[in-house]
């Protein structure tokens, strides 16, 4: 696809071109996009590891806020109840994370990091630090700024949105069985 250069502000020329065509500038797509951009350069240093981004980002969530439970980590991590249990339990496998019964509540767990979980946080934090500023390297500091407060309007003003599941396909009803007469 031929690149496109980008609107000038009056009086200036295009900085650079881009290949994505005015038809797919809508929010949505560019959001998808963008996703694939952070999971693309986050798994570059979280695969060293063993881990995806989205467990790095349970790791870093439970070193912020010890002893969370999970109930509260899914809503933290936008996913549902079932994977959060399925994400620690690999976590857990792993040696990162202990949970434990919480005394108040003996149906909830608490999760808290151990101190190889730790240590890997503190080795990978200051690396995905760099990848997110290459991520955002088009933009100047200002940019970077502006751009991080306007994604977390548009989050947080389409919150009801933001839940787990949201978007898939509701799995296809199957057909009820006739039981044969008896």
Known sequence: MPTRP?????????????????????????ARRFHQVCLGALSEITVTAD???LEYGALASIDDTPGIDQRR??????????????????????????RTVDPDDRRAKRVTLTTAGLALRSRLRPLLGRAHDRILSGLSPDERAQFIALLTRVVEANEPYAKPGNGRRQPAKRPRRKEPNA
């Open 6 to 30: 980008s609107p000038a502000k009056p009086g200036k020329s295009p900085a650079h071109t881009t290949t994505v065509p005015p038809v797919h500038r809508v929010p949505a797509h560019l």
């Open 51 to 53: 881990l995806t981004p």
């Open 73 to 98: 980590l899914a809503e933290r991590l936008a996913i549902d109840a079932v994977s959060t249990g399925q994400l620690l339990t690999r976590l857990e496998r792993q040696g990162w994370i202990d």
